[in-house]
């Protein structure tokens, strides 16, 4: 399997435009985490889902933010409007049903200016 | 809610030395706990993971121990190397939850 796939690599974009990240995870996975990072902050889990299921989006920071996942092998997530702040390391994630580990894929840098 | 602290925030060894990295967590009630490797612009590489129910996991020159009661786990790096210069970051899932809470992370430097 060629692990988490997540495009694009780099993204620079203005103020006000939208942003949109995507997303494949290892076949077979249940699960599918975003995070953001950041110097500040770290790695923060924003949303993950469960069979395509939206479990816990608690870490959404504001409703500019939205993630999707319309099918097993593919998610977005979506900044509109974005803002410098949301400049960071956006990573996907997945991982398989019960004791399975989580992998990571190499992310998106997003910078916003 | 459960936090995640690393200990130390970065260390800096010669080659060769035999080091350990440290993780604490607040809440014992884990489900497993997994050890990360993120290397400068890259992403994260499980290293090792330890269920709750296991005391150690060993992979190569690596060993990752954990306390549940005491909230407390170690990774510990036989005859570093160079090429082990990176962050690790290990990440706790709780009993009550898929996700996993990230500590910060130690930013390991070994000098050749």
């Known amino acids: 399997d060629a692990g988490v796939i997540q495009s694009p690599r780099h993204e620079v974009t203005e103020m006000g435009q939208e942003v949109t990240l995507r997303c494949k995870p290892i076949?077979?996975?249940?699960?599918l985490f975003w995070y953001r990072q950041t110097m500040m902050r770290g790695l923060e889990l924003l949303i993950y889902f469960n069979n395509n299921v939206p479990i816990d989006d608690s870490g959404m920071p504001e409703d500019r933010f939205s993630a999707k996942m319309p099918n097993a092998s593919f998610s977005t997530l979506k900044i509109q409007p974005s803002e410098p702040r949301d400049s960071a390391v956006y990573f996907c994630a997945s991982r398989g049903d019960g004791y399975y580990e989580q992998y990571f894929g190499p992310g998106t840098r997003l910078t916003v200016t | 809610k459960q936090e995640v602290t690393q200990i130390p925030a970065a260390l800096s060894v010669p080659e060769g030395e035999n080091l350990v990295l440290n993780c604490s967590f607040t809440d014992s009630a884990i489900y497993n706990l997994q050890w990360f490797r993120q290397d400068p612009g890259k992403g994260l590489t499980s290293l090792l993971l330890i269920q709750s129910s296991q005391r150690e996991q060993t992979s190569g020159r690596l060993n990752a121990s954990l306390d549940k009661s005491s909230g407390r786990s170690t990774l510990y790096i036989a005859a570093s190397q160079p090429g082990d210069s990176a962050t690790y970051l290990c990440?706790?899932?709780?009993?009550?939850?898929?996700?996993?809470?990230f500590g910060p992370g130690t930013r390991l430097s070994v000098l050749p």
């Open positions: 076949s077979g996975h249940d699960y």
């Open positions: 990440a706790v899932r709780p009993d009550y939850g898929q996700n996993f809470v």
